[in-house]
């Protein structure tokens, strides 16, 4: 079996408790499973093929697995000693962490790190994801 890394990296990038990211080993393709308590919507004829056909379709990551925060503290890790690593410790920390994180990123200049930093981690988890079903990726 073989899938295109950017598959991976896409249902990473959109995880959310809406819905349960599915890859669909037959079709090649992504598909969402709502969660009823959250979205109100119900897809009964995919939950109906999941459940009678467990082996075809392979979870993608969840937000969950996905530990943004642990990416953020990572990042913070990876910068040199400094002001700025020193105000990111301290805004990444309590109630309010991801507000505070982005604020202090823009106001340093120092998006763009962040966000290349962001997707490497995603592609890392991508990978991992691929290896852990023995999926070859492109």
Not at 111 to 118: C, N, S, V
Request: hydrophobic share 35%.
């Amino acid at each position: 079996m073989r899938i295109k890394l950017q598959t991976v990296i896409d249902a990473i990038e959109q995880a959310s408790d809406a819905y349960t990211m599915l890859y669909d080993t037959k079709t090649g393709e992504t598909v969402y499973l709502p969660d009823v308590w959250i979205t109100g919507e119900t897809d009964e004829e995919l939950a109906k093929l999941v459940e009678n056909e467990p082996e075809r379709f392979l979870q993608f990551p969840t937000k969950y697995e996905i530990h943004e925060y642990s990416i953020m503290e990572s990042f913070v890790d990876y910068l040199p000693q400094g002001r700025i690593k020193s105000e990111l410790n301290s805004a990444i920390r309590g109630k309010g962490a991801f507000r505070r994180f982005k604020q202090t990123i823009r106001f340093h200049g120092i998006e763009q790190l962040w966000y290349d930093y962001k997707a490497n981690a995603y592609r890392e988890l991508a990978e991992r994801w691929c290896r852990d079903f023995e999926i070859e990726f492109e």
